[in-house]
């Protein structure tokens, strides 16, 4: 039977803002102050792109963490990535097209969230500087906070749809990452988009159960939420 979309759910690093390339500097210079090593594009697609620190920092130092470590190496992380954030607010922008769509679901009335992995800090420095607040409620964010699994285990979705009180058969979400996806999938999102910079070439083309895959949100109007 087909529903009706009700909510929309976004990612979203490397979805909300195309920032892949400066997660992956921040994560070469982090890593490269700590263990001297050279982070491999496979790596950095595998084991950090869509995941939580905690697995991210236990690949790339060999060892588990414990809480209080991962916190403090997570935030020298985060510092890092938002110093480069700043450094160049040419980039430091919402995705071409994000927000036309934004205030059209504002105007519709359609309630809307952000499922993350990143932690409060970041949250609070994207809400600051790119004015999130103006189409979210900060108190329905579902951010990195230790409380539950990462992707590919679905219950950051399922926390989001939950937030918004609308059903995840109900809702669309958009995801640039296979474990995104995954994660969506498994919580029974009723449409998921994938966000690829180059749609045709994308990995994410691999993926079954995608209703389409887009290059921004320019690409994106009403018509998605029928």
């Not at 993350?116 to 108190?139: C, I, P, R």
């Not at 679905?154 to 926390?159: A, E, L, T, V």
């Not at 609308?166 to 995801?175: L, M, R, T, V």
Request: one cysteine or more.
């Amino acid at each position: 039977m087909h529903m009706a979309i009700k909510g929309v759910i976004f990612d979203f690093n490397g979805t909300m803002f195309m920032d892949s390339d400066i997660q992956e500097r921040a994560w070469r210079t982090f890593l490269q102050r700590k263990t001297g090593k050279e982070i491999t594009d496979s790596e950095f697609y595998e084991y950090v792109h869509g995941r939580n620190t905690d697995v991210s920092l236990a690949y790339f130092l060999g060892k588990m963490l414990n809480k209080h470590e991962i916190e403090s190496l997570s935030e020298e992380k985060e510092i890092i990535y938002r110093e480069l954030c700043l450094s160049d607010k040419s980039r430091f922008k919402l995705t071409n097209g994000l927000s036309k769509f934004l205030h059209l679901l504002k105007q519709s009335k359609i309630p809307c969230t952000i499922a993350t992995a990143s932690g409060l800090q970041n949250v609070k420095f994207f809400f600051e500087h790119l004015h999130l607040d103006e189409w979210f409620n900060f108190d329905n964010i579902v951010y990195g906070n230790g409380t539950f699994s990462g992707t590919p285990e679905p219950h950051i979705f399922i926390k989001a749809s939950q937030k918004i009180k609308i059903a995840p058969e109900n809702c669309i979400a958009f995801e640039d990452t296979p474990s995104g996806i995954t994660a969506a999938k498994r919580a029974g999102i009723g449409k998921i988009i994938g966000i690829s910079a180059n749609p045709s070439q994308s990995p994410l083309q691999k993926i079954e159960g995608l209703h389409c895959i887009v290059k921004d949100f320019s690409m994106i109007n009403g018509e998605i939420l029928n």
